[in-house]
C-alpha cells in the first residue's frame, strides 16, 4: 500500500501534462502501465487558422517526469534508438500547474557518434547544451545525455503566449526531424541550434554511404542546371556548371557513379550544346 501515493501523484502529473499540452496539439495516449514502451504521449501539433480551425503539423513524443533528476533509459534504449518522432521529456510541477519541456535533439547524434551504449541516462538539464558538452561518458559504455530546456507550458498563458509556444516547439521538431531522417538515411549531417552550426560525423556508418549521397546530390545538381537553363537561358550560370562538370569527370574515372547521375548529366549537356550560345 506504500506505493499508491507515488501512483497517484504520476497520475496526477500525467493529468496535468495532459491539459498543458492540448493547448498546443492532439494529445494521444495508447499505452497502460503494464505496456509502458518509454513515452506517455504522442502529441501532434496544430496550427490555428481564422474560423477555429486546427490543421495539424508536425508531432512528437513525451514522457512526463516528476522532477528533473537525471534517470536511467537502458532497458528503453531500442525504443529510443529506433524512434522516428522527436523525444522530449515534460517535468510537471502541480504546485506551479506547469511542465518544463526538455529536448532529446542530442540522441540521434549520441547513437550516431557512440553507437549502442550499455547503460544510458537522461538529464533534463537547464544549462546551455552544445556539441562539446551534450554527453557525459561515465566509463565505455555508460552515458548521460544532456537533455536541454525548451520552455515551460504553464496554465496561466494567454492564447498569444500558447500560440508562440506551439510555434517555437513546432520549429524545433522540424529541426529534430531533420537530424532523424539524416540518420536513417545515413547521411550523419545534424544541424544544431545555432545558426548555420552542424555537426558531420565520419565513421563506421558514415563511410559506408558518403560516396552515395554525394553522387545524388551531384545528380540533384545536374538536374537544377537543366531546370535553370529552361527556365531562363540567358542568366544560365555556365562557369558555376563547368565546375560541376569537372567534378563529374573526375569521379566518372573511378567507374563508380551511379546511372542516376550519367542521366542527369547527359540531359544538361545535351541542352548546352543544342542551344546557341548568346
Same mark, same amino acid.
Given at each position: 500500500?506504500?506505493?499508491?501515493?507515488?501512483?497517484?501523484?504520476?497520475? %496526477?502529473?500525467?493529468?496535468?501534462?495532459?491539459?498543458?499540452?492540448s493547448r498546443i496539439s492532439f494529445v494521444a495516449n495508447p499505452i497502460t502501465v503494464a505496456d509502458d514502451i518509454g513515452s506517455d504521449f504522442f502529441c501532434t501539433l496544430f496550427e490555428a487558422k481564422e474560423g477555429a480551425?486546427?490543421?495539424? $503539423? /508536425?508531432?512528437?513524443?513525451? +514522457?512526463? =517526469?516528476?522532477?528533473?533528476?537525471?534517470?536511467?533509459?537502458? /532497458?528503453?534504449? %531500442?525504443?529510443?534508438?529506433?524512434? %522516428?518522432?522527436?523525444?522530449?521529456?515534460?517535468?510537471?510541477? @502541480?504546485?506551479k500547474l506547469m511542465l518544463s519541456v526538455y529536448s532529446g535533439e542530442w540522441l540521434p547524434i549520441l547513437f550516431s557518434y557512440y553507437g549502442i551504449p550499455q547503460v544510458l541516462r537522461l538529464s533534463p538539464d537547464g544549462n546551455r547544451t552544445g556539441d562539446d558538452n551534450y554527453c557525459e561518458k561515465k566509463s565505455a559504455e555508460e552515458y548521460t545525455l544532456r537533455m536541454p530546456f525548451v520552455l515551460d507550458l504553464n496554465a496561466q498563458d494567454d492564447r498569444r503566449s500558447v500560440a508562440a509556444k506551439g510555434l517555437e516547439l513546432l520549429q524545433l521538431c522540424s529541426r529534430m526531424? @531533420?537530424?532523424?531522417?539524416? $540518420?536513417?538515411?545515413?547521411?550523419?549531417?545534424? =544541424?544544431?541550434?545555432?545558426? #548555420?552550426?552542424?555537426?558531420?560525423?565520419?565513421?563506421?556508418?558514415?563511410?559506408?554511404?558518403f560516396r552515395n549521397n554525394f553522387y545524388f546530390r551531384l545528380a540533384e545538381a545536374f538536374c537544377n542546371f537543366e531546370w535553370l537553363h529552361r527556365?531562363?537561358?540567358? +542568366?544560365?550560370?555556365?562557369?558555376?556548371? #563547368?565546375?560541376?562538370?569537372?567534378?563529374? $569527370?573526375?569521379? =566518372? =574515372?573511378?567507374? @563508380?557513379?551511379?546511372?542516376?547521375?550519367?542521366?542527369?548529366?547527359? #540531359?544538361? /549537356?545535351? $541542352?548546352?550544346?543544342?542551344?546557341?550560345?548568346?
Amino acid at each position: 500500500m506504500t506505493h499508491l501515493g507515488t501512483f497517484r501523484k504520476g497520475w %496526477e502529473n500525467e493529468h496535468l501534462a495532459s491539459f498543458l499540452l492540448s493547448r498546443i496539439s492532439f494529445v494521444a495516449n495508447p499505452i497502460t502501465v503494464a505496456d509502458d514502451i518509454g513515452s506517455d504521449f504522442f502529441c501532434t501539433l496544430f496550427e490555428a487558422k481564422e474560423g477555429a480551425h486546427l490543421l495539424p $503539423r /508536425n508531432s512528437f513524443a513525451i +514522457q512526463i =517526469k516528476s522532477s528533473k533528476s537525471a534517470f536511467e533509459v537502458t /532497458n528503453k534504449i %531500442e525504443y529510443l534508438e529506433k524512434l %522516428e518522432l522527436p523525444f522530449f521529456v515534460g517535468v510537471a510541477d @502541480q504546485s506551479k500547474l506547469m511542465l518544463s519541456v526538455y529536448s532529446g535533439e542530442w540522441l540521434p547524434i549520441l547513437f550516431s557518434y557512440y553507437g549502442i551504449p550499455q547503460v544510458l541516462r537522461l538529464s533534463p538539464d537547464g544549462n546551455r547544451t552544445g556539441d562539446d558538452n551534450y554527453c557525459e561518458k561515465k566509463s565505455a559504455e555508460e552515458y548521460t545525455l544532456r537533455m536541454p530546456f525548451v520552455l515551460d507550458l504553464n496554465a496561466q498563458d494567454d492564447r498569444r503566449s500558447v500560440a508562440a509556444k506551439g510555434l517555437e516547439l513546432l520549429q524545433l521538431c522540424s529541426r529534430m526531424h @531533420q537530424n532523424i531522417s539524416s $540518420r536513417v538515411g545515413g547521411e550523419y549531417i545534424f =544541424k544544431l541550434s545555432e545558426p #548555420r552550426k552542424v555537426v558531420i560525423m565520419a565513421g563506421i556508418g558514415s563511410s559506408q554511404t558518403f560516396r552515395n549521397n554525394f553522387y545524388f546530390r551531384l545528380a540533384e545538381a545536374f538536374c537544377n542546371f537543366e531546370w535553370l537553363h529552361r527556365a531562363s537561358p540567358e +542568366q544560365f550560370p555556365i562557369a558555376e556548371y #563547368r565546375a560541376f562538370e569537372h567534378c563529374y $569527370r573526375e569521379l =566518372k =574515372k573511378t567507374d @563508380q557513379i551511379p546511372n542516376v547521375v550519367e542521366e542527369m548529366y547527359q #540531359r544538361i /549537356n545535351q $541542352r548546352l550544346a543544342s542551344t546557341p550560345r548568346p
